[in-house]
């Protein structure tokens, strides 16, 4: 990914300075069709491996999701800290007329993630909590139950943002709307109406790193305890109205008057799914509904803020905090990468049912790119999104 992206933001920055274009986070907002490379990167998709020698296939992006079964895609390319363009291709839903556009609602899955991360980043900078004490000291509604594995080493906040706390369970199927929602408790117990196993540690915490979905439930209810507020609330008034996400919401189910504009999500035969979407009461880890923009604007704020551009939420010293790998490739939150300066990155994947998503962002220069699917298999279609 970063090689590819490199090469696109190289032209686009020439064509932007040659047309005569401000510097970094002046540049104007430009429509979609109006812009000279939205054409290309329609018809320049192509796979991840080329055979030396061989022909580069350039495909068309509707052909594209015709092949892969998504009704409807949005991008949106961040260029010289601004979303130079976003637009949106095929339908909300299959069968339907209503275009996919800039505005649309899709579920974010495991992009949650990386959002919720900001806002309890915030909490920790304000002494509300603590990065590496046991997150048992500020549980009020549940503790994590010890055992033979927390003996020595706890659950910590950075662990759990990291996932190296030792948690089980790693995803969530979520529920019917008709179905009855257990409670953020009722999840972490594994109790009636939840449809998981109990959140558990089975790992000694610190020894490894194991994606846990569960880890960030634990997430959600501490930031509850702490603030006293529904998590859903807390977001809203710490990440999501600074940031300008007016769009997104944590909320679940989805309210009455956001659902006209939310993309139904399909299965891996481009099958519309029965219900649209499901309910989703694992916020943390997997609730949010955004848009291409709005996510566009996460990404550029913590590009910002690590280069002390703007700081909304946190501090720059917490963001690079953010930015540093606790393991391997994971920092806290966001999966890391480059092994030079300029091609540092963040970025980070969602998959619920019938969605796919996926971010990408340079930390120091400015670009980034954003792409939701309503599809099950919108994975090959993001990659090669990616490569054009």
Request: proline letters at 6%; glycine letters at 10%; hydrophobic letters at 35%.
């Amino acid at each position: 990914m970063i090689f590819t992206l490199k090469y696109y933001f190289l032209f686009v920055t020439a064509t932007l300075l040659i047309s005569g274009n401000p510097a970094y986070g002046q540049a104007e907002e430009s429509t979609a069709d109006s812009h000279p490379l939205t054409r290309a990167v329609e018809n320049g998709l192509r796979p991840a491996l080329i055979i030396k020698g061989g022909s580069i296939p350039k495909w068309n992006i509707h052909d594209r999701m015709a092949h892969f079964h998504v009704p409807g895609v949005c991008i949106a390319v961040i260029n010289l800290g601004k979303i130079e363009w976003a637009k949106g291709y095929g339908v909300k839903e299959i069968g339907g007329n209503t275009p996919v556009t800039p505005e649309t609602l899709f579920q974010a899955g495991s992009i949650s993630k990386p959002v919720t991360t900001l806002g309890t980043l915030q909490l920790v900078e304000k002494g509300a909590l603590d990065l590496d004490a046991p997150v048992n000291d500020r549980l009020k509604s549940w503790n994590v139950p010890e055992n033979e594995f927390t003996a020595k080493e706890k659950v910590t906040l950075r662990r759990l943002l990291s996932h190296t706390a030792g948690l089980s369970v790693s995803g969530f199927p979520g529920y019917a709307d008709s179905d009855p929602i257990p409670t953020p408790v009722q999840i972490l117990n594994g109790e009636k109406p939840a449809n998981t196993a109990p959140v558990r540690v089975d790992l000694i915490p610190g020894s490894e790193w194991r994606y846990s979905g569960g880890g960030f439930v634990v997430i959600q209810v501490l930031v509850a305890d702490v603030t006293e507020k529904p998590f859903q609330d807390f977001m809203k008034e710490t990440v999501l109205t600074p940031l300008g996400m007016t769009h997104s919401t944590f909320q679940q189910p989805l309210p009455q008057n956001l659902t006209p504009f939310a993309a139904c999500g399909h299965d891996s035969n481009g099958k519309a799914n029965t219900p649209r979407w499901r309910v989703r009461p694992e916020l943390a880890p997997g609730g949010m509904w955004t848009t291409a923009q709005d996510l566009g604007r996460f990404v550029m704020e913590l590009q910002k803020s690590a280069n002390g551009a703007s700081n909304k939420v946190i501090s720059q010293a917490m963001t690079q905090t953010m930015m540093k790998k606790v393991h391997s490739f994971y920092g806290l939150g966001l999966v890391l990468d480059g092994s030079t300066n300029e091609d540092r990155s963040f970025s980070h994947s969602g998959g619920n049912e019938g969605y796919t998503c996926d971010f990408f962002g340079y930390i120091h220069r400015g670009q980034g790119l954003v792409v939701l699917t309503n599809s099950t298999t919108g994975g090959g279609l993001v990659e090669e999104i990616q490569h054009s």
